[in-house]
């Protein structure tokens, strides 16, 4: 079966960089889109950034754009973040999500079909 599992979480202060890893088995991890979201309790999960099957195009959310990026490594099955200038409001359950083939509503957490177990990231101040 399908199972993503992140890691790469921790605890940083603010201006710090962490890295996240999303890594994929059980299904072809080079044909379909994938994204990053974060969750702080008692909110709705909240999208960060997506990118393509091949990795040609990358989105972001306003909140995060130049300061993370996304990639992939389809040869490694494995999705990553790369977090810069940390700030204390970046704190929260990061998920890694699967958006199946002829979804197009990257920002709507509806539209993911397989989700990672999440892995916390704190950034104090």
């Known amino acids: 079966q399908v199972q993503l599992v992140e890691s790469g979480g921790g605890l940083v202060q603010t201006g710090d960089s962490l890295r996240l890893s999303c890594a994929a088995s059980g299904h072809a991890f080079d044909v379909y889109a994938m994204a990053w979201f974060r969750q702080t309790p008692g909110k709705a999960r909240e999208f960060v950034a997506a990118i393509s099957w091949s990795g040609s195009n990358t989105y972001y959310s306003d909140s995060v754009k130049g300061r993370f990026t996304i990639s992939r490594d389809n040869a490694k099955n494995t999705l990553y973040l790369q977090m810069s200038s940390l700030k204390p409001e970046d704190t929260a359950v990061y998920y890694c999500?699967?958006?199946?083939?002829?979804?197009?509503?990257?920002?709507?957490?509806?539209?993911?079909?397989?989700w990672g177990q999440g892995t916390q990231v704190t950034v104090s101040s």
């Open positions: 999500g699967r958006l199946p083939y002829g979804r197009t509503g990257y920002e709507r957490e509806s539209e993911y079909d397989n």
